[in-house]
Structure formats: C-alpha cells, structure tokens
C-alpha cells in the first residue's frame, strides 16, 4: 500500500484499514510496523475492532501528543496497556470495550489524564478497578455493563458526585436512581473537620506569628542595618514558608 503523507484518523475493522474515512486499504492483519507507521501520523481518533490488539502493539503509541479519541473493542489488552495511554496529553476518550484481559488493576496509571470517558463494558473490571477509576480527576463518564462490578461497588464510588457510571443492563433502573440519590445527598454532607489537624494548623501559624513579632521588635531596636536582620528573617522563612508557586503568588522582588 502507498501510505498518504498525513492521516487525522485511522479506523480498522473487518480487514479494511481507513485512513480520514475516504482512503481505504486491505490490511488483513495489524503488524508492528503498521502500528508504528500510523503512530507516526499526527492523529486525533485511532480505533480498531475486533482484532487481537496486544498491549505490546500500543507501544508505539506512547505518549502520542495529539490523540483524543483512542478505541481497541474486542482485543486482548490487559491492564498493562494503560501507562501507554498516561502520557497522551489530549486523550479525552478511551474505549475499550470487549477487553476481557482488564480488570482496572492497571487504571491508576491514568491519575493525571485528563480522561473525560472511559468504556470498560465486557471487560474484567471489578469494584477495586471501578474505584480507581472513580479517582481519575476529570472522568464523567464509565460504561460498565457486563462486568465484575458489584452494586456495593458500584455504592462505594457515590463519594464522587461527577462520575457518571453508565448501565443498563448491570443495575435495574431503581438502582442506578438509587446511587444518583446518594451522590446527591453525599455532596450535600459537609466534611467533617479533623480537630487534631486544624489544631495543629493554628499552633503553626501562632507560632509563626510569635517568631513574626519577635523579629519586628528586634528590628525597632537594631535596625535595618543591623548584621542580624536578614539571617533571622531567613531562618523564619526556611522553617514555615513554601518556595512552591501558587496562584497568586508574590515575587520576592515586590517589597
């Protein structure tokens, strides 16, 4: 085949391989060195199905910058595919459907995506795989029919009132309403205030107050020329103050 210079899209199914939905091609069989061609291409939607794609044939796609919409349906993936899919930048959407190799073992992998769906319908995942899903930050949206989720699973992600676990044949209707309710009534909860740290956090800033003061009288009385200014101030700031930026974050350049 005479691969095109550029490609947006790359769709396999039934041995046809289509490039931008027009160009198609008879490629019975997904190599490494095909994998690796289309890799190549500055795509945005890469999917294949039903074909025994295996994590070590997403290699090359590691860390692609411009995908968002990646899909393997009915392949042989398994949890070792998803550090593939971690340092995709744009990745918003990833379908992996039929994969009955993954259990969501693998799934912390994606804490700093920012993966907006995620299909693991008929797949192995189970309620700690559905959990660690529910901790990826900006997830909506889970299928998780045909799965090894449980409704306690399902119960123990409610915490997370922006998931949106989609079943419609898992969970009866009542229940998936039921789990709604409880997101709504888990959100409304204020969180309970740990004394022991918020005390902690007062004596902090007290002290740091105390040491504050103590340094200002000093400087009444020595001055600003004095030898000792900057070291105390100093020690002050080693021992309460962040170097980390922040939003809103004062130079040190402004008085």
């Known amino acids: 085949m005479e691969w095109p210079k550029r490609a947006r899209t790359a769709d396999w199914e039934n041995g046809v391989l289509a490039l931008d939905r027009e160009k198609q091609f008879e490629v019975p069989k997904l190599t490494a060195e095909i994998m690796e061609r289309l890799a190549g291409y500055t795509l945005v939607g890469f999917h294949v199905k039903g074909y025994p794609v295996t994590d070590e044939l997403l290699a090359p796609f590691a860390g692609h910058k411009s995908m968002v919409n990646f899909g393997v349906e009915n392949g042989a993936l398994t949890d070792a595919c998803f550090p593939f899919f971690s340092a ?135 001055g600003f020329e004095d030898a000792e200014a900057v070291p105390r101030l100093l020690a002050i700031w080693e021992k309460y103050v962040s170097e980390k930026s922040r939003l809103g974050y004062r130079p040190l350049a402004l008085s």
């Open 88 to 222: 995709m930048p744009k990745l918003r959407y990833l379908l992996l459907t039929g994969n009955a190799g993954i259990d969501g073992s693998g799934l912390s992998a994606l804490q700093s995506c920012k993966l907006d769906l995620l299909a693991l319908d008929h797949t192995g995942l189970d309620d700690a795989g559905l959990l660690r899903a529910a901790s990826i930050p900006k997830l909506s949206h889970i299928w998780i029919d045909h799965t090894a989720v449980t409704y306690d699973g399902l119960l123990a992600v409610a915490g997370n009132n922006y998931i949106h676990p989609v079943a419609h044949v898992q969970f009866t209707k009542e229940q998936m309403e039921h789990f709604s309710q409880l997101q709504r009534e888990k959100a409304k909860k204020p969180v309970q205030l740990d004394e022991q740290a918020a005390s902690e956090c007062r004596n902090v800033l007290s002290a740091f107050f105390a040491e504050m003061t103590e340094w200002e009288r000093y400087m009444e009385q020595a």
